[in-house]
């Protein structure tokens, strides 16, 4: 298995535009999580799925994110209007959900708003 | 919501030596305590975890030991090299999806 794959690696965008990030979870998984890697806030949960329905979006910063499941193998992450404050690395895992059951992290997208 | 603290946010120890970075959390429901190694430019990683029946767990160099009265619980790394140098996050959960992260433990081990 590949493990977790996330695209784009790096996005270096303007102030306003919007960023879509993509992950494809490892296949077998059930649950997907969106997490966001700071130096200020550390590792943050931003939203979780489970069998592709949002579970918990409580970290979710603000309206201008979203994040969908549209099937087992697919899930995006939006910003629409992306802000300075939003650069950061955004990283996907998967894990089979079940007590104790480790989460597989993808490589990061590193996203940078000018 | 489950707070996770996590001290020293920065070591640096010789090559050879130990390295011992301390969590505490506050929820006493929590019983599941991964470890995360995260190297430079690279994705978090699973390098050991307990679970509240257990007081420790060794793997190799790395071990983890718990203390559920004063819920606090620790990792050791032994004989250290310098590929043991990165961050390292522990995190508390109670069995379910989420997971609560330290801030972070910096190790660089000097040659």
Redesign the interface.
Known sequence: DAGVIQSPRHEVTEMGQEVTLRCKPISGHN?L?WYRQTMMR??E?LI?F?NNVP??DSGMPEDRFSAKMPNASFSTLKIQPSEPRDSAVY?CAS?F?G??N??F????TRLTVL | GENVEQHPSTLSVQEGDSAVIKCTYSDSASNYFPWYKQELGKRPQLIIDIRSNVGEKKDQRIAVTLNKTAKHFSLHITETQPEDSAVYFCAASKGDYKLSFGAGTTVTVRA
């Open positions: 649950s999580f550390g590792l949960l979780y489970n579970i918990d990283f894990s959900l007590p104790y480790e989460q992290f993808g490589p990061g």
